[in-house]
Structures are given as C-alpha cells and as structure tokens.
C-alpha cells in the first residue's frame, strides 16, 4: 500500500461540480423498521472534500443512516440530496460507492477478475483495476481466488471495488473491520489522502482510537445525532482526554 501523504500515483483527480456544495443534506430524516423508530426527524450536512466518522452503539442507527444516504433504505419522512441529486438517483451510481460490512465480491473469481467484472460494470478505466488493488496492499494476492482469502482480505477486495472510478463520495460502513494495526493506519491514511484530492468519505467505526482520525465526528445514539463535533473540541467540551470517555460523558449528559 502507497503510505505517502502525496495524491496516490496514478489516480484521477476527483470530479466536483460545485465544491461549495454540500455533499450531502439531510432534511426531517424519519425510517421506521419493524414497527420502531429506527432513525428521529434527523438533520445533517455533509460538506465537499472532508472526511467524517459515524459513532454509536449497535442499534443505534448508523447503517440505517448510510443506507438512506446511498438510497437503499425505505424512508417514512424527509428528504436526502447528494452530489445535488435525491439519494438513490441513477445518475449517482457512477459517483457514489458503498461498502457494506459484509463483503460483496465473487468468492470464485480472483482479486483482479473481481475488480475488472465491476470497472467494466462501472465503465472504470482497465488501469484502475491495477490502481485499486495496491491502494489496499493486495498485489501479492491479485491473482488468489477471493474464497480463499482470509476474512480482512475479503474485505478489502470490496474496498477496491468502492475505489474505482474515483468516485466523488465513499460510504463506508465498518471498513477496517478484521485488519491488523498497520493496516488499518495505512488505509485511513488513504481515506486522508482522498478526502484531500477532494472526495467525501462518510466512515463508520466502532473503534475509538480510528474515530480520532476523522475530521469530524458524528455521535449517533437511539437513531438521533447527539453529538457533531472535531474530535478535539468534543474532548474539550467534556473535559476528557480521548473519544471513548467523550461519548460516554455525552450519553451520560443525554440522558438527564
């Protein structure tokens, strides 16, 4: 995996029409699932070019919230706009990339026959399949059947596939899930790196030291955002010294 702070090698510039825009606009955001309430009248923007983490508890809304933003999560009430088209559009299926917790690859075919199924899937240049995969440190395995790859693996063939065609917005749910520690820093340096070339990334994560990566947190809790904030100012806005004990302070205070 390329670890330099510099645009990957190689990689387009992403595509922005309007970089004043919002990425995404969240407006009276209602989904009700079996009868409950799984997100409240939610209000969020998501601004161009910044990298932002999605923090709760299990149940608490998180992969609602990212499905409706990708436009695959049935909705009681409101609204979502990305890229400045209803979420879930046609027009955003070349320009917005979800990766789901489990992994959504062909176990049958190797790496590079999975990447190069979905570029020609995605009208993706034949040199991003190449591109992809070292972004996420595979070449060793380009040519290994996906079955046979351990479970991180599996993951990160699926994040290859997010990564072609340089889309303009990354949902990414749980992405360094099974990742080893060096891993995991490499690929948020990645995540930094593409947000810098002006992609959106909106991360899940329920590890509290990767939340600190993010530019900027959301704390999502009982389907309501408690919490939105730069790391460093939810830590100074509860006087504690790293994001755990921060959203354990703010569900504590939500609570009273």
């Known amino acids: 995996m390329v670890k330099s702070t510099e645009r990957v090698e190689g990689r387009p510039e992403a595509r922005h029409a309007d970089r004043d825009r919002p990425a995404i606009v969240v407006d009276g955001l209602t989904v009700v699932r079996g009868g ?28 609602t919230l990212m499905r409706a933003i990708v436009g695959v999560q049935q909705v009681a009430a409101g609204r979502i706009d990305v890229l400045g088209e209803p979420a879930g559009s046609p027009d955003l299926r070349r320009r917005v990339a979800y990766v789901t917790q489990a992994p959504s690859v062909y176990p049958d075919l190797t790496v590079r026959q999975n990447l190069r199924y979905f570029a020609d899937v995605l009208g993706a240049p034949r040199a991003d399949v190449e591109r992809a995969i070292e972004e ?3 070449a060793d395995h380009a040519d ?33 899930v099974g990742l080893d520690p060096v891993l995991r820093r490499d690929l948020w340096d ?46 100074e806005r509860t006087g504690t010294d790293d994001v755990e004990h ?9 609570e009273r």
């Not at 921060?246 to 939500?254: G, H, N, P, Q, R």
């Open 36 to 63: 409950r309430t799984v997100i409240d009248d939610m209000d969020l923007r998501v601004e161009t070019g910044t990298l932002t983490g999605i923090l709760g508890p299990s149940g608490g809304g998180k992969t």
């Open 136 to 138: 996420v440190d595979l």
């Open 144 to 176: 290994d059947l996906v079955g046979r790859l351990s479970g991180g693996q599996e993951s990160r063939v699926s994040l290859a596939t997010a990564l072609l065609n340089s889309p303009e917005l990354l949902v990414l749910d749980e992405p360094t």
């Open 190 to 235: 990645l995540f930094h790196r593409l947000a810098d070339g002006g992609s959106t990334l909106l991360v899940s994560s329920h590890v509290m030291d990767e939340a600190e990566r993010c530019e900027r947190l959301l704390l999502v809790r009982e389907g309501r955002i408690i919490a939105d904030d730069a790391p460093a100012r939810l830590l």
């Open 246 to 254: 921060a959203f354990l302070s703010i569900v504590e205070e939500d």
